[in-house]
């Protein structure tokens, strides 16, 4: 092995590989870029993610306050308060509780309502990291007994100052201070509205929490003894209820953790597509590079020179190309993870630190040397099917099969398979990746095909159009390659605009004129008459319906308890979570029945019937007849499915309720009203006062304001999404680049021959133009068809919304891709049209 | 002994489909230190002949037999040392790596050997064909002359028993030409070289102590010139 490395050794030519690498410069950068490209965003990533994740494990406390929580939707059951009460007087733990709800808040002095949210806390909270204020002064010396801690926001939107008081349900509090930082809540995703802290001692002079109020009921533990976390945590997990949860600081997942875990994966899938294309790139920008190398080649074999010899010392040019790609690549990448802080804005914990971890450098530089070698295997290895022939007939010969491409197949395909299963960590998600990013390719590639054999068979009499359509089968143009990554790429980019687009129109912009745009919440069923009264005066066109709510959950199916842990595991919705009951005794007017003759049966024979949604048929395959359990505010109440509804509005913006009961069965369970209302926007405010000013528990929603919010969120989202997805079309252009250098020969040939012939330099540049054009607009045409087809499936049958192909910003989308290759194909152009003819002769007819 | 053997050489290419045969069963041998002119007109099949003969290429059918062994299926790999150490090359289009300098082009095939002394062997065949002082240049810094006149001290370096030159002068305007053929009779007579030169002059044919001659890919004469080589006509 030592005999065979020396003699590889004593194969390099340091004076040959040398030369190699600083000539062909323009082909060379190309190759380089693409290796950079290949690993930036990865490198970026990678080096985010380890940022984030320091900062999450080293706050894991902080970001839960706690070493132990306990969470509820619902009033902690009695054996849970029971075995906390034990934890606490057997002195194991320290405990403080929380309750965060909304609620709408009025100026204690004025008219003015704003839906904010609210945290009830017990002294003690948080146990880990800091409520900071703006005052500086300490947390709980602010919030005491008459004072709350509230958010700028609310300050602003009120035209409020520290030392004014709100109204909050029942009680006048003054505002203490503000609110700059909660350990907890380390980034504002998306809520109803701004912080308000307030003091345990004043929950009940509030009187917001009452039956059927939605309140995020929590425990926090401080354990006096490390060593007693688990053993605690185990003792509280034997007696919850199904819809109760306990965590530790350690196996805590919590919201921020989960947002950046998903954020990562999916921009890592995308860095795994740039990875992928910008490795074609690099096989073409190669291949392009030892095509010009052929005469050579064929001449160093002519002087003796082996197959091997060849081989070691192109894979030496290639290998300082590579390392040269690799370093620029996670240099670049490192600048790049500077940019996170400026895309993410808010959304970005604040005690991130970015720093430049040895691991991430590490695995800069083997993926470095992983993708070169990966990707530039194939180009190598045919270089021993040049033969020293090829100095006298320069055919392109067939392509014979060897085994060794075989193995560089299952090279590379069990490198990409590494890649994504490295990145993503899940063997089923990436397994669906590898498929669908396969398949575009493989479709793009069929696509790319047939088009191609269809348009060189068109008949056209536009001379200058005939000749562009010549230029893109000239020998060694990279047409297919090139459409097929562009295609590829655009496609993605497309099919995320085009969804972007179709959801904007279908929540935001188009609102639906009849869909309610305000909703009144937690209406006590004494309070009815009153809340009616009060919209009233509004003048609605439509009378407000007023709809029971029962809070509910799930305990078990056909006698089967449900295993709450893996229902919580789903993504998506699962069975284990609160679910919101009603009774009526028809179907509601957007409503129709699938299985079932009836909603309920009429004869009495079934005690207590339930009419389920079809969406439930998702989680588990209901029949007729199956028994459910639900427990209402601790009371079992054993149901059995009579039918199943579907709903017939394809806008699904009015109410909908997955179980239905009968009125006989829940007309006397704990139940809390709303109504869901058509009015004009600038009305909603002055109803909301009226309301809150009567009936302080109640809460008024403002629909568009809050899908306005969540639009917010989600374009932020998406444009750092787009950004991303820009690097694998950067990988498209460089093979647009890497291709004109390639065929530089043959379109200098071109253009002597247009110009020996009597055509001006005008015609020749429009040849180039309609060349580039057509490319371009091949590609983007494809790119846009497979982003219709994939955009209008999602529509259809994942969101379940109207899809509209949006011609006039499709059409924008082909013509700025057209430009955009035309213009890359024109710029590497430029020194074929600049040049004098004579030259160019005397170059052609000089072989070196 | 022979130094070169054909053997009933035939080569057809097959061009989309269609068979083109450019060679026909032409046999020949060639004795150490012989000077042969293989001429014909375009198309004739002189430069494939070369090719076959020089073992760049393998014949359809016949056999090769270069220094009285068997090349005609030998591996790339097993052609290479033949190539390197037996054969030296002079092409029409010179065909020097443009990356390398004069005195690297020169070097190459002896540094391919392991030769130490490469350098300076290169140096002294450039300084014996004149160009001494251009060893630094590159190929495009080059006339066609002296892109020739290193081309020729590339193919000698190793001191091949054979020299094949395709139309050496083909590129060449007359002056050089004749100068590039003077050389290259000169190293021949000096190192008693095998020479076997395709032209498509009768002139140059004609210094030739040999001419065969091809037409439609067949060796339609094959005659000793009774002139001395080297010398006028």
């Known amino acids: 092995m030592i005999a065979s490395l020396r003699a590889t050794i004593a194969l390099l030519h340091p004076t040959f590989i040398r030369r190699q690498v600083t000539s062909a410069r323009k082909q060379s950068t190309v190759l380089v870029l693409c290796v950079a490209l290949s690993m930036v965003t990865l490198v970026a990533l990678r080096g985010f993610g380890d940022s984030v994740n320091r900062a999450l494990i080293r706050d894991?406390?902080?970001?839960?306050?706690?070493d132990i929580k306990v969470d509820s939707n619902f009033p902690l059951s009695a054996p849970l308060v029971d075995e906390i009460a034990a934890i606490e007087t057997e002195g194991l733990a320290t405990t403080a509780r929380t309750y965060q709800f909304v609620s709408v808040v009025r100026v204690a002095d004025g008219e003015e309502t704003l839906l904010s949210n609210l945290k009830v806390v017990e002294p003690g909270y948080p146990f880990y990291g800091e409520v900071?204020?703006?005052?500086?002064?300490?947390?709980?010396?602010?919030?005491?007994?008459?004072?709350?801690?509230?958010?700028?926001?609310?300050?602003?939107?009120?035209?409020?100052?520290?030392?004014?008081?709100?109204?909050?349900?029942?009680?006048?509090?003054?505002?203490?201070?503000?609110?700059?930082?909660?350990?907890?809540?380390?980034?504002?995703?998306?809520?109803?509205?701004?912080?308000?802290?307030?003091?345990?001692?004043d929950r009940e002079a509030l009187d917001l929490i009452k039956f059927g109020s939605r309140i995020d009921y929590e425990v926090l533990f401080k354990v006096n003894d490390e060593s007693n976390l688990d053993a605690i945590a185990d003792r509280i997990a034997a007696v919850l209820e199904p819809q109760e949860d306990v965590a530790t600081y350690r196996s805590a997942r919590t919201g921020v953790q989960r947002f950046f875990e998903n954020l990562l994966l999916f921009l890592g899938l995308v860095a795994i597509f740039t990875l992928l294309l910008a490795g074609i790139g690099i096989q073409s920008a190669l291949t392009a590079l030892l095509r010009e190398r052929d005469n050579t080649i064929a001449v160093m074999k002519t002087l003796g020179a082996t197959g091997r010899f060849v081989t070691v010392n192109f894979l030496a040019v290639v290998s300082i190309l590579g390392i040269i790609g690799t370093l620029l690549g996670i240099g670049?990448?490192?600048?790049?993870?500077?940019?996170?802080?400026?895309?993410?804005?808010?959304?970005?914990?604040?005690n991130v630190q970015l720093t430049i971890s040895p691991r991430t450098l590490l695995e800069g530089v083997a993926l470095g040397i992983i993708v070169v070698t990966c990707f530039t295997l194939l180009p190598i290895f045919q270089l021993d099917e040049l033969k020293p022939s090829f100095i006298f007939r320069k055919e392109t010969g067939t392509w014979q099969w060897r085994w060794s491409y075989a193995l560089i197949i299952v090279v590379l395909a069990a490198f990409f398979t590494g890649m994504v299963l490295w990145q993503l960590q899940r063997m089923s998600l990436g397994l669906y990746f590898i498929g669908g990013v396969l398949g575009l390719?493989?479709?793009?590639?069929?696509?790319?095909?047939?088009?191609?054999?269809?348009?060189?068979?068109?008949?056209?009499?536009?001379?200058?159009?005939?000749?562009?359509?010549?230029?893109?089968?000239?020998?060694?143009?990279?047409?297919?390659?090139?459409?097929?990554?562009?295609?590829?790429?655009?496609?993605v980019i497309f099919c995320v605009y085009l969804l972007e687009r179709n959801l904007n129109a279908a929540f935001v912009e188009a609102y639906p004129e009849d869909a309610p745009n305000a909703i009144v919440i937690d209406i006590q069923p004494e309070q009815r008459d009153g809340v009616a009264a009060l919209i009233a005066e509004s003048n609605l066109e439509e009378p407000a319906l007023f709809v029971p709510t029962i809070r509910a959950s799930i305990t078990a199916i056909n006698g089967e308890p449900i295993d709450a842990e893996a229902e919580e595991r789903r993504r998506g919705d699962n069975l284990a979570r609160p679910y919101t009951l009603t009774y009526r005794d028809t179907l509601a007017d957007d409503e129709a029945l699938v299985r079932g003759d009836t909603l309920f049966p009429t004869d009495g024979s079934v005690a207590a019937p339930v009419s389920i949604l079809d969406t439930l048929l998702e989680l588990r395959d209901f029949q007729l007849g199956d028994r459910i359990t639900f427990r209402i505010q601790g009371v079992p109440l054993e149901a059995t499915v009579t039918s199943v509804r579907t709903l017939t509005s394809e806008e699904g913006f009015a109410p909908f309720f997955t179980f239905l009961f009968p009125e006989a069965v829940l007309r006397s369970a704990p139940q809390s009203i709303f109504t869901a209302l058509r009015m004009a926007p600038d009305q909603i405010g002055p109803l909301r006062n009226?309301?809150?000013?009567?009936?302080?528990?109640?809460?008024?929603?403002?629909?568009?304001?809050?899908?306005?919010?969540?639009?917010?969120?989600?374009?932020?989202?998406?444009?750092?999404?787009?950004?991303?997805?820009?690097?694998?079309?950067?990988?498209?252009?460089?093979?647009?680049?890497?291709?004109?250098?390639?065929?530089?020969?043959?379109?200098?040939?071109?253009?002597?021959?247009?110009?020996?012939?009597?055509?001006d330099r005008g015609f020749v540049r429009n040849v180039f133009v309609a060349e580039n054009l057509l490319l371009g607009g091949i590609a983007a045409t494809l790119a846009l068809f497979m982003a219709q087809v994939g955009s209008w499936a999602l529509c259809r049958y994942l969101f379940e919304i109207a899809y509209h192909p949006t011609i006039g910003a499709s059409i924008g989308l082909v013509a700025v891709t057209m430009a955009l290759v035309t213009g890359v194909g024109m710029a590497a152009s430029q020194s074929i049209l600049a040049s004098k003819p004579i030259l160019i002769l005397r170059e052609l007819t000089s072989t070196e | 002994m022979n130094v070169l053997e054909a053997k009933a050489i035939s080569k057809v290419y097959r061009v989309d489909g269609h068979e083109i045969c450019v060679?026909?069963?032409?046999?020949?041998?060639?004795?150490?230190?012989?000077?042969?002119?293989?001429?014909?007109?375009?198309?004739?099949?002189?430069?494939?002949?070369?090719?076959?003969?020089?073992?760049?290429?393998?014949?359809?059918?016949?056999?090769?037999?270069?220094?009285?062994?068997?090349?005609?299926?030998?591996?790339?790999?097993?052609?290479?040392?033949?190539?390197?150490?037996?054969?030296?090359?002079?092409?029409?289009?010179?065909?020097?790596?443009?990356?390398?300098?004069?005195?690297?082009?020169?070097?190459?095939?002896?540094?391919?050997?392991?030769?130490?002394?490469?350098?300076?062997?290169?140096?002294?065949?450039?300084?014996?064909?004149?160009?001494?002082?251009?060893?630094?240049?590159?190929?495009?810094?080059?006339?066609?002359?002296?892109?020739?006149?290193?081309?020729?001290?590339?193919?000698?370096?190793?001191?091949?028993?054979?020299?094949?030159?395709?139309?050496?002068?083909?590129?060449?305007?007359?002056?050089?030409?004749?100068?590039?053929?003077?050389?290259?009779?000169?190293?021949?007579?000096?190192?008693?070289t095998t020479l076997v030169m395709v032209t498509h002059s009768p002139e140059l044919a004609a210094r030739a102590e040999r001419v065969i001659t091809l037409h439609d890919g067949r060796v339609v004469a094959d005659a000793r010139n009774g002139v001395a080589a080297g010398a006028q006509p």
């Open chain 2, 23 to 192: 060679l026909d069963d032409v046999s020949f041998t060639v004795a150490l230190g012989e000077f042969i002119a293989i001429m014909g007109s375009s198309g004739s099949g002189k430069t494939t002949l070369l090719s076959l003969l020089s073992g760049l290429d393998s014949p359809t059918t016949g056999r090769v037999l270069v220094e009285e062994r068997d090349i005609t299926d030998l591996s790339e790999d097993e052609l290479a040392p033949i190539r390197n150490r037996t054969i030296g090359f002079v092409f029409q289009s010179f065909h020097l790596i443009p990356s390398l300098s004069a005195l690297e082009n020169v070097m190459f095939p002896a540094e391919l050997q392991g030769q130490r002394d490469a350098k300076t062997k290169a140096q002294a065949l450039l300084d014996r064909v004149g160009m001494g002082h251009r060893t630094g240049n590159f190929p495009h810094q080059l006339s066609g002359g002296e892109k020739q006149r290193v081309a020729i001290c590339r193919a000698l370096i190793n001191e091949p028993h054979i020299l094949f030159a395709d139309e050496p002068t083909g590129n060449l305007d007359s002056k050089n030409g004749d100068a590039i053929l003077d050389l290259l009779l000169d190293l021949h007579r000096e190192r008693q």
């Open chain 1, 132 to 201: 900071t204020l703006a005052s500086g002064r300490p947390f709980h010396a602010v919030l005491q007994q008459g004072t709350v801690v509230v958010a700028q926001e609310l300050l602003d939107r009120l035209q409020l100052q520290v030392g004014d008081r709100l109204q909050i349900g029942q009680a006048t509090l003054t505002i203490g201070d503000v609110v700059t930082f909660e350990p907890d809540r380390p980034v504002n995703f998306f809520t109803l509205g701004p912080r308000i802290f307030i003091a345990d001692a």
């Open chain 1, 690 to 759: 009226r309301i809150v000013a009567a009936y302080p528990n109640i809460t008024v929603i403002d629909i568009t304001e809050t899908v306005d919010n969540a639009a917010a969120v989600a374009q932020r989202l998406v444009r750092v999404i787009r950004f991303f997805s820009l690097f694998s079309v950067l990988a498209g252009v460089l093979i647009v680049i890497s291709s004109v250098y390639a065929t530089r020969q043959a379109r200098i040939q071109e253009a002597v021959y247009y110009k020996v012939l009597g055509a």
């Open chain 1, 441 to 491: 390719l493989l479709l793009a590639a069929l696509l790319t095909w047939l088009l191609l054999w269809a348009i060189r068979r068109a008949p056209l009499n536009t001379m200058i159009i005939r000749q562009a359509l010549r230029g893109l089968f000239r020998p060694r143009n990279a047409t297919h390659t090139i459409v097929i990554t562009l295609s590829a790429a655009l496609g």
């Open chain 1, 332 to 350: 670049t990448g490192l600048l790049l993870e500077r940019l996170f802080p400026l895309l993410l804005g808010d959304f970005l914990p604040p």
């Open chain 1, 60 to 66: 894991a406390q902080a970001l839960q306050a706690a």
